[in-house]
């Protein structure tokens, strides 16, 4: 079992920055990829970003070049960065863990980015 708990998500103006994090506690020693989707109202979930235990990443294409992901593996936390937030981001901001062929999913947290 591994049980994801995610921060700092908020309301925020457009131009502005976040940064989200995500701690796993648990069957952690095992993790591999680890990430964020995101869900805005009426529409289906989405992948923001990924990162491996090795630190490879994989970014949506709306994001790149505004948010960035990265994980402290001491820690077993992964972050999102989010700058130049815009408000077609908001949306609530799920973290992501993947143990062999199971994927953990944290509670959200909501991002609202107004204009």
């Known amino acids: 079992q591994v049980q994801l708990v995610e921060s700092g998500g908020g309301l925020v103006q457009a131009g502005g920055s976040l940064r989200l994090s995500c701690a796993a506690s648990?069957?952690?020693?095992?993790?591999?990829?680890m990430g964020w989707y995101r869900q805005a109202p009426g529409k289906q979930r989405e992948l923001v970003a990924t990162?491996?235990?090795?630190?490879?990443?994989n970014y949506a294409d709306f994001v790149k070049g505004r948010f960035t992901i990265s994980r402290d593996n001491d820690k077993n936390t992964v972050y999102l960065q989010m700058n130049s937030l815009k408000p077609e981001d908001t949306a609530v901001y799920y973290c992501?863990?993947?143990?062999?062929?199971?994927?953990?999913w944290g509670q959200g947290t909501q991002v609202t980015v107004s204009s």
């Open positions: 648990g069957s952690i020693f095992r993790l591999n990829a």
């Open positions: 992501h863990a993947d143990l062999a062929t199971y994927r953990y």
């Open positions: 990162i491996t235990k090795g630190g490879s990443t």
